[in-house]
């Protein structure tokens, strides 16, 4: 059975530890630190064959991403860039969709026991909007990704 819970958790903590950046998982991480960050959201689950609950099932799990870029706290009224959130999207492009070139492995393998990893893919990706963010008062700007995982327990 492919418990959602460990691969949310493998998401966050590879997100984490490969971007050294804080994560929140569906808020803002309880570090409380000010921007930059990342804020983890399980958004979509779907299974084929054999029911979720069954022992050899297939699931397609997403995952949306946000990086949210803030101002440089060591420069008053600096505000998020654009810049620092491609920044933020192109490392978790390459921590999630990287692949060793010499063998075609992933560079960050999906480690939740008895669940391996099919494919993944980049689902959607909204760029920052000016404007199009709800803080702009805290001059915040965020980026959304959604990567899909296909897994089995096969």
Known sequence: MIQKRLVTNWVVATLAIASKMPVGRGRAPTSG???PYYLAYS???SVSGAPFADRSED???VYQLTSVS???P???QSSATQDQLEWMADKA???FLGRDPATGMWLHPLTVPGVSCMTRSLDVEWGAVPGGTSEQEAAIMTYVQRFRFNLTTA
Do not use: M
């Open 33 to 35: 630190q000010a921007p």
């Open 74 to 76: 060591t420069k008053p």
């Open 43 to 45: 958004v979509d689950t």
């Open 59 to 61: 699931g397609s799990l």
């Open 70 to 72: 803030g101002p440089d």
């Open 93 to 95: 492009r390459a921590i």
